[in-house]
């Protein structure tokens, strides 16, 4: 059985982005919906800005890639700088994702009954950042259909930063996960967007989050 911070971790480690971390601790009513029938995130590239220009018969055609403004600049190298921190390689612009959670998966990931099942079968593992510091954690044990591979996360992915900042996974942080991802969740249902960054085979995405 996992111990309190391993549970934490588990959850936090995707289900940050759904904010349901603070739901392990209470009691809640198990949904009649498997899990297995809820429908996945929406995935989406979010692509680099363009300009365009006039075409024939009024219409519009693609221009000449557009330089990133100022704040996606800033940004992105605060991204950058991160992801250095942790031990990930960044060439170029840190590629994004949109993430659209269904409201019917949203609601069910709020009950921790929902929950306990494959909390036993995730396998987190807590990894080093250059610095020494326990400050990422690879996912593990994730099945078909489960709940966090329907939020598009897969195996071996490893969760680098959350809403642009480097999080630390020790005893001592425990309750700290747990208040963030109390606030990720009320966030979420005010219609906020949460920032996850992931490595994927060593390579960074950047993954927003939001319900439809």
């Known amino acids: 059985m996992l111990d309190l ?107 921790p009954a929902n929950w306990m099942k494959e909390l036993k079968q995730y396998q987190s593992r807590i990894r080093r950042g250059v610095d020494g510091t326990h400050t990422r954690l690879e996912l593990g044990g994730i099945g078909e259909n489960s709940l966090l591979q329907k939020m598009g996360f897969q195996e071996g992915d490893v969760l680098e930063l959350v809403d642009d900042q480097i999080l630390e996974y020790g005893d001592e942080s425990a309750m700290e996960l747990r208040a963030r991802a109390k606030d990720a969740m009320e966030r979420l249902r005010r219609g906020d967007t949460i920032g996850v960054t992931i490595s994927r085979g060593g390579k960074p995405t950047h993954i927003e989050f939001s319900v439809q």
């Not at 996945?40 to 300009?51: C, F, I, N, S």
């Open 5 to 111: 911070l391993e549970k934490i971790s588990a959850i936090f480690c995707g289900v940050v982005a759904l904010g349901v971390a603070v739901a392990y601790g209470f009691v809640g009513t198990k949904s009649a919906t498997p899990s297995e029938f809820l429908p996945g995130v929406v995935l989406e590239d979010v692509p680099a800005p363009t300009a365009t220009a006039g075409a024939k018969g009024g219409k519009s055609a693609p221009g000449p890639a557009k330089a990133p403004s100022a704040a996606q600049r800033q940004t992105d190298d605060k991204l950058k700088k991160l992801l250095q921190k942790q031990g990930v390689k960044v060439s170029g612009p840190v590629p994004r994702k949109k993430a659209e959670i269904p409201a019917s998966t949203f609601e069910f990931v709020q009950h």
